[in-house]
């Protein structure tokens, strides 16, 4: 079996038994993978605080099916930015419990390895906020083909311009005419929320006033039907966000 | 022949219970400790004391054998708390002989990814004794890790209109290490945290 030398954020850490982590850890190479690293919190020399959640790391590795054996990791960066930022870890602990959830194990995934990184690049230079996480998870969606239809009626496929667009439960969007009930969206925040698919960089969508609450029951909506469950962080980021 | 069912089979089960002990550790512990009725007899007694006796200060949430603990009932500096997770901390700070204040048990971090809120914490309590107390500062000492910044994060938030000082446990190069084996990140902090002489 050959040492790999891979990149990885860390999505996730625990301690197992005295001295041993386990990580879960999103590879540019693999995707997602769990990782067994014996004497971890013991040995500064190997890990240091590489296996901190949301560190950027290059990491050697022995690769195997289910847990992986971690051999050494270097941090690229732990973002000490997020770190001095409460609404920040929020938001990165957010994105690592997202990705962890919602990607398949095993797949490499390199636009999203690279969304995730700008993203915490983002996180890292100021606080978080309410738009980039949007920008954040409708880019995920789409680079995972879970993103729903933003152009035109799921069922009928009519342009929601003439019609206007409600959402449906598991985030789907229908026009008026195919759905009697639902939570209006509006039609300038589904232009918004496709101009977040054009621009690679965080910052330049503004979302307006009354667009951001739809976009975003709209993005839980689909997020919860893939995750299959409410993701643990989301207390915490709402908690924070009211402080 | 031992059974599943035998006693002897049930301490080896409560014994992987333990952290960082397997099967074979807690094979080789129970029979240890079958070559020696003594031995037996104190772990069994001691463990009953520890169950009967050992609990909670109601003040600072350390683990202690009277309420108040030593700590808070004895004469100690109580304009200053010390913010710790868990009793464990409270060891390693009172060996430094370098504290002479009160502390505060949060009886964890905020974690976020196991669904640990500041509500499953001691947040409350310390927030009752900073506004009911005559306090000059809170000095948070959790650990250096994301919950341990994210806790140290949210109390400076959440203590900020109380108007007491909050001030954080300084980090950097360990003594006696060489900089040279220190990781990157450890000696970035160092610097950005340095001191003037």
Known sequence: ?243 | MLTKSSSLMRLVGELKKLPGIGERTALRLAFHLLKSPQNLTALSESLCEVRDRVHPCSTCFAITETDPCSICSGNRDSSVICVIENSQDLMALERSNAYNGMYHVLEGAISPLSGIGPADLRIGELLSRVTEGQLKEVVIATNFTVEGEATALYLTKALKSTGVKVSRLAHGIPLGSDIEFVDAATVQWALQGRNEL
């Open chain 1, 1 to 243: 079996m050959l040492q790999e030398k891979l990149q990885a954020i860390v999505l996730s850490s625990s301690d197992y038994g005295e001295s041993d982590r386990i990580a879960t850890l999103f590879t540019l190479e693999h995707g997602r993978i769990k990782g067994f690293a014996r004497g971890a919190r013991n040995s500064r020399k190997r890990f240091g605080p590489a296996l901190e959640t949301f560190a950027r790391i290059n990491l050697q590795l022995l690769r195997k099916d289910g847990l992986s054996s971690l051999k050494q990791a270097d941090v690229i960066t732990l973002y000490s930015g997020i770190r001095g930022e409460l609404s920040s870890i929020a938001h990165a602990l957010y994105a690592c419990e997202l990705v962890e959830s919602i990607t398949p194990e095993g797949h490499p995934v390199p636009r999203l390895y690279r969304l995730l990184t700008t993203y915490l690049e983002r996180l890292d230079s100021g606080a978080g906020n309410p738009e980039d996480r949007r920008m954040f998870e409708i880019n995920l969606l789409n680079i995972l083909g879970y993103r729903p239809l933003l152009e035109k009626c799921s069922r009928c496929g009519a342009d929601f311009g003439e019609r206007g667009a409600l959402i449906q439960s598991g985030g789907e969007l229908a026009c008026r005419i195919c759905a009697a009930t639902g939570f209006p969206m509006p039609i300038q925040a589904l232009r918004e929320l496709r101009s977040c698919l054009s621009t690679g960089r965080f910052g330049l969508v503004r979302f307006t006033a009354d667009g951001i609450l739809p976009v975003g029951r709209l993005l839980d909506d689909v997020i919860v039907s893939h995750t299959g469950r409410k993701l643990k962080s989301l207390d915490f980021l709402r908690q924070t966000s009211q402080m």
